[in-house]
């Protein structure tokens, strides 16, 4: 059965915090995603990698970086947290070429205060 | 500019009763879509796809539908249970062999009346 999991379900930090939220996959997907759902704006895509190493900015990069050392794992991180961030996170996972369901964790709900 | 959205916020159906979730697209391009289903508190699952060169697929309870003249897109569930309540996304993928984009819409909120 495939699997996406990600590192918290709920998660609680102060403004200016460094945050890092993990997600890995055991499904030897090229691909990874990291996005955020607020109500009403539905799924925004933050950043994707389709490679080890590499990554592309989505929708809404701002205020986040990423990395991906290795196939299964790719981390989001916020530099200094802020309330805006308050959020939930989704990960996901899909194959390299395009035309793929993606694979999805079950969130990590982050709030900022 | 490009966009995937759905006509309905919310539906509320009997239990038994035949769904319909529609979802309107912009991007001609467009060559894959896809439905999710999110039930609360988890992340969203996917349900069935649909490829650009059909206009009809059929799975387990469930069809898509997609009209690419009009650009709309529809999910229908078969004798709709209340397992079934959740918010349902639709997607589209702008390219079958390179990774392009992937545009979600806004979602439909689906409540089975028992």
């Known amino acids: 059965d495939v699997k996406v999991t990600q590192s918290s379900r709920y998660l609680v930090k102060r403004t200016g915090e460094k945050v890092f939220l993990e997600c890995v996959q055991d499904m030897d997907h090229e691909n990874m995603f990291w996005y955020r759902q607020d109500p009403g704006l539905g799924l925004r895509l933050i950043y994707f990698?389709?490679?080890?190493?590499?990554?592309e900015k989505g929708d809404i990069p701002e205020g986040y970086s990423v990395s991906r050392e290795k196939k299964e794992r790719f981390s989001l991180i916020l530099e200094s947290a802020s309330t805006n961030q308050t959020s939930m996170y989704l990960c996901?996972?899909?194959?390299?070429?395009?035309?793929?369901?993606?694979?999805f964790g079950p969130g990590t709900r982050l709030t900022v205060t | 500019g490009e966009s995937v959205g759905l006509h309905l916020p919310t539906l509320s159906v009997q239990e038994g009763d035949n769904s319909i979730i529609n979802c309107a697209y912009s991007n001609s391009a467009s060559d894959y879509f896809i439905w999710y289903k999110q039930e609360s508190g988890k992340g969203p699952q996917f349900i069935i796809d649909?490829?650009?060169?059909?206009d009809k697929r059929q799975g387990q309870r469930v069809t898509v539908l997609l009209n690419k003249t009009v650009k709309h897109l529809s999910l229908q569930i078969a004798a709709t249970q209340p397992g079934d309540s959740a918010v349902y996304f639709c997607?589209?993928?702008?390219?079958?062999?390179?990774?392009?984009?992937?545009?979600f819409g806004p979602g439909t909120s689906l409540s089975v009346i028992p």
């Open positions: 996901a996972s899909s194959l390299w070429q395009g035309g793929h369901e993606q694979y």
């Open positions: 997607a589209e993928n702008g390219s079958e062999t390179s990774y392009d984009k992937v545009i």
């Open positions: 649909i490829r650009s060169n059909m």
């Open positions: 990698s389709y490679d080890v190493k590499m990554k």
